[in-house]
């Protein structure tokens, strides 16, 4: 099924692709790298450049909402009405070494949950969106398609995507391997979730306990759209109103609803 992105869609994803086309301009060339914490938390001038293009233009379409960006120090106050997350260089580690699965991310949230999120790996020509209560879509070409998610529903059946090895250690994820998946699938890219949404996988749960709300909000809506359903580690709503930017008990993103809840229980099992 070809769709033809709303006129609010389609402004999103304009900015989407001018941010994308920044980090190409920037792609395999030898860059300056600043470290925000430590050696796994790297920025470029293509995360900076990103950002401000993002920011720009979103202040310019919706000057009453409020931004929240990975790679900006301008904290909104409240999440409570409408509020832009952007990671405008998702999978800085990888854009550094040269690896193709960096991407760009823009999410919308509104009182607390997400409406919109739309997602670009652009070294791979990967473009995925949604929008609340008209679906999921990848683009194909020049036109979008329809995505749905696998029906699979149990544990031993289903494929896991992970992140690919670095060496930052995990202890989490020793106990992850306890959980008998079918198959588990390495993939660098912020788009794992889109992954599951367009059938190609059937789960993923988040290992970085850093991870902010622009990790997740615009993957959250992509993959619910789809037919998915994301939680927190505990089977959680994730909590977008809080003060605090990181989601702490990280999160889990399941094809459906009966597989999700079979992985809640092994988590808590585990006692991650």
Not at 40 to 50: L, N, Y
Not at 158 to 167: C, D, V, W
Not at 226 to 231: M, N, P
Not at 252 to 269: D, G, M, R, Y
Request: glycine share 6%; charged share 30%.
């Amino acid at each position: 099924m070809e769709n033809q992105p709303s006129e609010f869609a389609q402004k999103i994803l304009e900015i989407l692709a001018e941010a994308s086309d920044i980090t190409m301009n920037y792609f395999k060339k030898v860059l300056d790298v600043d470290y925000k914490k430590d050696e796994f938390d790297p920025v470029t001038i293509a995360d900076r450049e990103s950002d401000n293009l993002i920011r720009e233009q979103l202040r310019i379409l919706f000057s009453e909402d409020l931004i929240l960006s990975e790679e900006n120090d301008n904290i909104p106050d409240s999440y409570r009405g409408r509020v832009w997350m952007v990671d405008p260089l998702n999978g800085t580690k990888s854009f550094v070494k040269g690896v193709n699965t960096f991407g760009v991310v823009i999410g919308l949230i509104e009182n607390g949950l997400p409406i919109f999120g739309c997602i670009s790996v652009p070294a791979q020509n990967k473009v995925f969106y949604a929008e609340k209560g008209k679906g999921a879509f990848e683009k194909i070409g020049e036109s979008f398609k329809k995505i749905h998610t696998s029906a699979i529903t149990e544990i031993k059946d289903s494929r896991l995507i992970t992140r690919e090895p670095s060496g930052e250690v995990r202890p989490i994820e020793e106990k992850l391997n306890k959980i008998p998946f079918a198959l588990r699938i390495e993939e660098g890219s912020g788009a794992k979730l889109c992954s599951i949404a367009r059938g190609d996988a059937e789960a993923h749960i988040n290992t970085n306990f850093r991870a902010g709300k622009w990790d997740i909000a615009a993957p959250q809506i992509i993959l619910e759209e789809s037919g998915g359903i994301v939680t927190d580690l505990d089977g959680k709503q994730i909590d977008y109103i809080k003060e605090s930017i990181n989601l702490e008990r990280s999160f889990v993103a399941s094809a459906n609803k009966e597989l999700h809840e079979k992985i809640i229980i092994e988590l808590l099992k585990l006692k991650v």
